[in-house]
């Protein structure tokens, strides 16, 4: 669902729900004659009600200022999505993150589907729901600790002094150890040891999302994304099932805006 709560007068409104309907109001901007130049700023009020009444009308919806998971609103604003993943459907998804920062990971996250296969709305709504959760919705690109805890952990690789805190956890699906960057350095024709700053796996937004990737497919998650295993995905990805809640409603998200 586009929405968890209620919106409108006497709802809810929690503000990432009255985003997301202020950006599918706009996504459907001219469809029944009139355009919508409503802010998506997460507060209820007159402009909202007026955009909302204007689309009910011209979609001939009976005209509720309170709208509702799955109601005939909400299928009549879903039929009116354009195709494909837009920078707006991702704003909707990465429900905390803010317009700049989507605009930077836009183009680095298409080009990433692209390359690794991930090309059925299913898929892209499975790696966009895992990568909302590990990253805070595009917040982090390194982990907040200092690596310390893998200092001499041989099963990583890290077999030298530091190797700890340098090859630390970073990218949207984080890369942990000196045998992982080893790895995903000969796939991208880097060199992670000596040559380039394993830094650079979270600065550059190209890698950030470019290693999330490598990691979906070098464990074949596309496999669990096209059978719908939200947790199969989440146990491959995290060891366990932390915050599977939180992912699985990312993927209602996601899934409502690009899955037919």
């Known amino acids: 669902m586009c929405i968890s709560n209620t919106v409108g007068d006497g709802g809810k409104n929690v503000p990432a729900d009255v985003r997301s309907l202020q950006f599918v109001l706009k996504l459907n901007s001219g469809k029944h004659g009139e355009a919508c130049s409503l802010a998506t700023d997460g507060l209820w009020g007159s402009a909202s009600r007026g955009a909302l009444k204007h689309f009910q009308q011209g979609a001939g919806v009976v005209p509720r200022a309170l709208v509702a998971p799955g109601d005939q609103t909400m299928v009549a604003l879903r039929r009116g999505l354009p195709p494909g993943l837009t920078v707006e459907k991702m704003r909707i998804i990465m429900t905390t993150a803010s317009a700049s920062r989507v605009a930077e ?88 040891e000596s040559r380039d700053a394993p830094e650079l796996v979270s600065t550059d937004r190209g890698l950030a999302v470019d290693v999330a990737g490598w990691f979906w497919k070098k464990n074949n998650l596309n496999d669990l994304a096209d059978a719908d295993n939200v947790e199969k995905l989440t146990r491959k990805i995290n060891g366990g099932v932390n915050g599977l809640i939180e992912r699985t409603a990312y993927l209602e998200r996601a899934k409502w805006l690009l899955v037919n």
């Open 105 to 192: 990971f836009y183009q680095p996250i298409l080009d990433v589907l692209a390359r690794y296969t991930i090309d059925t709305p299913l898929r892209i709504a499975h790696f966009l729901a895992q990568i909302a959760h590990e990253s805070g919705c595009l917040l982090y690109t390194e982990e907040l600790a200092s690596g310390a805890a893998y200092e001499w952990r041989t099963a990583l690789g890290n077999t030298q002094k530091g190797d700890g805190a340098r090859f630390k956890g970073r990218g949207l699906i984080q890369l942990t150890g000196r045998a992982n960057y080893r790895q995903y350095g000969l796939a991208c024709h880097r060199d992670f």
